[in-house]
């Protein structure tokens, strides 16, 4: 099954055969929550939850992402219960006790969420199949830049973060997360220590560490600061 054969929302069966393809291993829906990939359900319009359909009164495809709902899938239960989502219009909703149950086949997965697992898969497996070398200093070991910080966490905090680099006060600034001196001859210049910015996202403006930890396996300019980051929840007991 090639990228262009996988559906917009793949079955189960679909995506799992097609990772099968892609990385020459079989997968379980286990295994697709275990590397944190969303399952969703169809659900169709109903009049008795006006707040949770909004506009959309044909019906929407609504996110499995509470630990408790997906942990169950993952145990190998016979059917979905989903207690809580997020609503057609994307915030988090608690549904009325005791949740939604679905059919097992009725899950789908998004087929960009899939695609990015498998290039992150790929990326994994290349860097593990290199062999090691000695190593040199580089930028991405000094800061990312603005650019990265905007790209990897602009959208998780509830703030103008744009303005917030250029602001540099707090969290932001040399007393903070930017690396001291980055930015005396020019903003341009100025580079942010992305661990230090996701530990203070976290603790002065409340962003998920799921949330965070997805950033740093999601982007390749974070690979090299990995190690910092879960060596930084390890000791935080997070």
Sequence with gaps: MSTSDLPYRATTAEACAWLAQQTATPWTLAQLI?????PYVWL??????????????GGYAAPIFYEGDTQRLAAGSEDVLITITK???K????????????????????????EKLAGRLRHEAEEVARPPKVEAAR???FGISKAEVLAAFGRLAKLDLDKALDDAIGIFGDDGARVKASAKKAKRN???NPVTLALGLHDVYG???GSLKRAFKSHDFLYDWRGDWEQSLALLGK
């Design 34 to 38: 275990e590397h944190e990939l969303t």
């Design 44 to 57: 169709d319009y109903d009049p008795a939850y006006p707040d949770l359909f909004g506009d959309a009164n």
């Design 87 to 89: 609503d057609a219009y």
């Design 91 to 114: 915030i988090v909703t608690r549904l009325p006790e005791p949740g939604f149950r679905r059919a097992l086949d009725e899950l789908r997965f998004q087929k960009k969420d899939l």
């Design 139 to 141: 930028e991405s070991q």
């Design 190 to 192: 100025a580079v942010w």
């Design 207 to 209: 962003v998920p560490i």
